[in-house]
């Protein structure tokens, strides 16, 4: 079992940055690591993804240049950097883990285990 919790949501206002911590604990060997997010009355989307060894890392278009996954090499927590953040960033955030796997994907699908979320509120 791999359990995860993710911290630092907030409000923030557009332009404003906020940095996001998906601590990992349990079984969670080999696993890629991803940032889904999902507003009111939307689908969940993909945000990004690392690889296990962190060499591969995936963006949304939507994010690409604004937000910076990582993970530290104890391989216990996932970073989402989250910077000139926009209204339209505005969702709950969800960490996913896939243990067993190393590639990054961006599909949903491809994770195993999910968090709770934290919630990015941001305020034009």
């Known amino acids: 079992q791999v359990q995860l919790v993710e911290s630092g949501g907030g409000l923030v206002q557009a332009g404003g940055s906020l940095s996001l911590s998906c601590a990992v604990s349990g079984r969670n060997y080999n696993s890629a690591m991803g940032w889904f997010r999902q507003a009111p009355g939307k689908e969940r989307e993909f945000v990004a993804a690392?690889?296990?060894?962190?060499?591969?890392?995936l963006y949304a278009d939507s994010v690409k240049g604004r937000f910076s996954i990582s993970r530290d090499g104890a391989k216990k927590t996932v970073y989402l950097r989250m910077n000139s953040l926009k209204p339209e960033d505005t969702a709950r955030y969800y960490c996913?883990?896939?243990?067993?796997?190393?590639?990054?994907?961006?599909?949903?699908?491809?994770?195993?285990?999910w968090g709770q979320g934290t919630q990015v509120t941001v305020s034009s």
């Open positions: 996913a883990s896939r243990p067993g796997y190393n590639s990054a994907s961006s599909n949903s699908d491809n994770y195993d285990y």
């Open positions: 690392i690889s296990w060894n962190g060499i591969t890392i």
